[in-house]
C-alpha cells in the first residue's frame, strides 16, 4: 500500500551515475517541491516511454517549481546506460537495495517472474516534506496520470 497523501515523506540519500561519476541523491529534494516517480525496471518498454515523455516534456514540470526524481531497482549503471541510450534527461537514482521503494510501500513482488521492483508510482512531495500527490498504478503496463500530478503542481505554486 503506498504511502498516503498527508504522510511525512521518507528521506534517502540514493546514488545516481552520469559522466561525472557517482553522485548522491537526496529523495525528496530538501526545501523542494519534488515529483518522485517509481519506475520498475530501465530498458523496457513502457519505462521507457514514461521517461522519454518526462524528458521532453520537463519544463511543465520545472515550470511548476518541481525537481523530478525518478527511482528503480537498477544499478546506477544500467541507469546511465539506458538515459544515454534513449536520452533520457530525467535525474535517474538507483533504489538497489530496495528500501525507499519499501518505505513508499510501492514493492512489486515477482514482476515477470524475475524478481521484486519497484512498481509504477508517483508522489508529489512538497518542500515541507509532506506527500501531497500519491498514486500508483493498477499494473506496472500502466502510467501515472500526468495531468492530475501537473494540476496539483499547479495548486501548489499559489
Do not use: H
Amino acid at each position: 500500500m503506498p504511502l498516503s497523501v498527508g504522510t511525512k515523506a521518507p528521506v534517502f540519500t540514493l546514488k545516481s551515475k552520469n559522466a561525472s561519476g557517482l553522485l548522491d541523491v537526496t529523495l525528496p529534494a530538501p526545501g523542494k517541491t519534488t515529483l518522485i516517480l517509481f519506475f520498475p525496471l530501465a530498458f523496457t518498454s513502457v519505462c521507457t516511454q514514461e521517461m522519454c515523455d518526462v524528458s521532453q516534456g520537463i519544463e511543465a514540470y520545472t515550470d511548476l517549481g518541481a525537481e523530478v526524481i525518478a527511482v528503480s531497482v537498477d544499478s546506477p549503471f544500467a541507469q546511465e546506460a539506458w538515459a544515454q541510450k534513449e536520452r533520457i534527461a530525467t535525474t535517474l537514482v538507483s533504489d538497489l537495495n530496495k528500501e525507499a521503494t519499501n518505505a513508499y510501500g510501492v514493492l512489486f513482488k515477482g514482476i515477470a517472474g524475475i524478481g521484486d521492483s519497484a512498481a509504477r508510482a508517483a508522489f508529489v512531495v512538497d518542500g515541507a516534506g509532506v506527500i501531497q500527490y500519491a498514486e500508483q498504478t493498477p499494473t506496472p503496463k500502466d502510467l501515472p496520470n500526468f495531468s492530475a500530478i501537473k494540476s496539483r503542481l499547479a495548486e501548489l505554486e499559489k
